[in-house]
């Protein structure tokens, strides 16, 4: 009678990984992450590196956009960027201005957005003009919603800045329920626009960081031999 050899099953990537480092399982995770990560980058860099041409993302420091005569302030060289530049890093940049500008900017605009709520629409004809209902989307009334006076007492009470009902009146009038967006807002979408039809993917946080330390490294002027 032949003896019989017990089949080892083949060990999974948490089991190697645990054998390698001793890890839990918490540690695989984070690891797996990482290296998902580190993949996904690669190839958004190779995606970038077909449609430009070019060896690696980290030349694109080697490639900035012409900027015309006329272009004396940094603000005139971010709106001729914003829609002639073909510079991945240079759209990168920009967003990531934006970014912090959009989540620091405050207005009675951005307050007014994030707290005023529905209210009677007895409330709009006593402070404001009511020839202007036509104006105003049919969303901001609610028979049963809060008074429009006692909201802005609430508000002011943890706004940073001081709102009045006139203030509430004008921007109802500008803007739908969740229809604000500010201008920092404004632009950071459209540099997210403009990066994705550049290049075909939408930007996020920890992409524009890998470009921004990319380029950083020192690689052969894009007049160099290349090894390929």
Same mark, same amino acid.
């Given at each position: 009678? $032949?003896?019989?050899?017990?089949? =080892? &099953?083949?060990? +999974?990537?948490?089991?190697?990984? @645990?054998?390698? +480092?001793? #890890? /839990?399982?918490?540690?695989? @995770?984070?690891?797996? /992450? @990482?290296?998902?990560?580190?993949?996904?980058? !690669?190839?958004?860099?190779?995606?970038?590196?077909?449609?430009?041409?070019?060896?690696?993302?980290?030349? %694109?420091?080697?490639?900035?956009?012409?900027?015309?005569? #006329?272009?004396?302030? *940094?603000?005139? *060289?971010?709106?001729?960027?914003? $829609?002639?530049?073909?510079?991945?890093?240079?759209?990168?940049?920009?967003?990531? +201005?934006?970014?912090?500008?959009?989540?620091?900017?405050?207005?009675? *605009? =951005?307050?007014?957005?994030?707290? %005023?709520?529905?209210?009677?629409? $007895?409330?709009?004809?006593?402070? !404001?003009?009511?020839?202007? %209902?036509?104006?105003?989307?049919? /969303?901001?009334?609610?028979?049963?919603?809060? $008074?429009?006076?006692?909201?802005?007492?609430?508000?002011?009470?943890?706004? &940073?800045?001081?709102?009045?009902? *006139?203030?509430?009146?004008?921007?109802?009038?500008?803007?739908?329920?969740? !229809?604000?967006? /500010?201008?920092?807002?404004?632009? @950071?979408?459209?540099?997210?626009?403009?990066?994705?039809?550049?290049? #075909?993917?939408?930007?996020?946080?920890?992409?524009?960081?890998?470009?921004?330390?990319?380029?950083?490294?020192?690689?052969?002027?894009?007049?160099?031999?290349?090894?390929?």
């Amino acid at each position: 009678m $032949e003896a019989t050899t017990a089949t =080892v &099953p083949p060990r +999974t990537n948490l089991e190697r990984f @645990q054998a390698a +480092t001793n #890890g /839990s399982i918490a540690d695989y @995770q984070a690891w797996a /992450s @990482q290296v998902g990560r580190k993949m996904h980058i !690669g190839n958004l860099d190779r995606t970038i590196c077909e449609r430009m041409g070019i060896y690696t993302v980290a030349h %694109l420091a080697q490639l900035p956009t012409p900027l015309p005569d #006329g272009i004396d302030t *940094e603000e005139q *060289e971010h709106s001729y960027l914003l $829609e002639h530049s073909t510079n991945p890093l240079e759209l990168a940049r920009m967003w990531q +201005t934006a970014r912090f500008d959009a989540e620091m900017h405050l207005s009675i *605009e =951005v307050v007014l957005s994030m707290h %005023l709520r529905p209210f009677p629409k $007895e409330n709009f004809e006593r402070w !404001g003009d009511r020839n202007c %209902l036509g104006d105003v989307s049919k /969303s901001w009334f609610k028979k049963t919603g809060l $008074e429009l006076d006692v909201q802005i007492q609430e508000i002011l009470e943890i706004a &940073p800045v001081p709102v009045s009902i *006139e203030d509430a009146i004008a921007f109802v009038k500008s803007w739908k329920p969740n !229809g604000y967006v /500010s201008p920092p807002a404004w632009l @950071q979408a459209r540099i997210e626009e403009r990066f994705q039809s550049l290049t #075909g993917f939408r930007i996020k946080d920890y992409y524009a960081e890998h470009l921004m330390r990319s380029a950083l490294i020192n690689h052969p002027a894009l007049t160099d031999d290349v090894p390929f």
